[in-house]
Nanobody, 123 residues
């Protein structure tokens, strides 16, 4: 299990930007596909974006395509989620996770969820 720590959340106005980070420690981060998920109040956790271990393939849920970008730095053992043109509907706790494959649908993660980072978008 690779411990993951999410950070970078906060309060942002609609139309603004935010960059989330997910830092991993331990082994084999560089060969792990990674994904971001989010959970809004009263809703189930949902897939947001994923990236292959090489970083050459990325996938996004339709609602964030063209606005969010997932990337990774294997040397730094960090995955990022650049969030642009944010909307109030993006308000949620954001989690990163190691996954078995970057290609959706992603039905399970490897290991456990971290504490997440809260993103609040004001209108």
């Amino acid at each position: 299990q690779v411990p993951l720590v999410e950070s970078g959340g906060g309060l942002v106005q609609a139309g603004g930007s935010l960059r989330l980070s997910c830092a991993a420690s331990g082994r084999t981060f560089s060969t792990d596909p990674m994904a971001w998920f989010r959970q809004a109040p009263g809703k189930e956790r949902e897939f947001v974006a994923s990236i292959s271990w090489e970083g050459d393939r990325t996938y996004y849920t339709d609602s964030v395509k063209g606005r969010f970008t997932i990337s990774r730095d294997n040397a730094e053992k960090t995955v990022y989620l650049q969030m642009n043109s944010v909307k109030p509907d993006d308000t949620a706790v954001y989690y990163c996770a190691v996954v078995f494959s970057a290609e959706p649908p992603i039905r399970a993660i490897r290991g456990t969820w971290g504490q997440g980072t809260q993103v609040t978008v004001s209108s």
